[in-house]
Nanobody, 125 residues
Framework: QVQLVESGGGLVQAGGSLRLSCAASGRTFSSYAMGWFRQAPEKEREFVAAIIRSGGTTYYGDSVKGRFTISRDNAKNTVYLQMNSLKPEDTAVYYC??????????????????WGQGTQVTVSS
């Protein structure tokens, strides 16, 4: 089992920045690729970003490329999502997730084994 706890969400004005954190406990954090997803009201859960176990490769959804950066610190069992140039359409609940898979499969939410409870991000115009 892996327990995931997100933090860092909040209210920010358009153009601002936030950094989300996801702390993991339980089984070896470095054994898992990590991803961030988001879900806005009445919308499907959407892929945001993912990072492989070593941190050497990252993937991003088209809507966040160039604005968001995913990173991880395996010594701290934590994955981060730095969000810059935020837009009102980034408003959503953001979830981190852990997967035993790797590669391009990480864009699919179905490959993730564990999920956090989510943290709300609201971007005002």
């Amino acid at each position: 089992q892996v327990q995931l706890v997100e933090s860092g969400g909040g209210l920010v004005q358009a153009g601002g920045s936030l950094r989300l954190s996801c702390a993991a406990s339980g089984r070896t954090f470095s054994s898992y690729a990590m991803g961030w997803f988001r879900q806005a009201p009445e919308k499907e859960r959407e892929f945001v970003a993912a990072i492989i176990r070593s941190g050497g490769t990252t993937y991003y959804g088209d809507s966040v490329k160039g604005r968001f950066t995913i990173s991880r610190d395996n010594a701290k069992n934590t994955v981060y999502l730095q969000m810059n140039s935020l837009k009102p359409e980034d408003t959503a609940v953001y979830y981190c997730a852990a997967s035993g898979r790797t590669g391009i499969h990480l864009l699919r939410r179905t490959v993730y084994d564990y999920w956090g409870q989510g943290t709300q991000v609201t971007v005002s115009s």
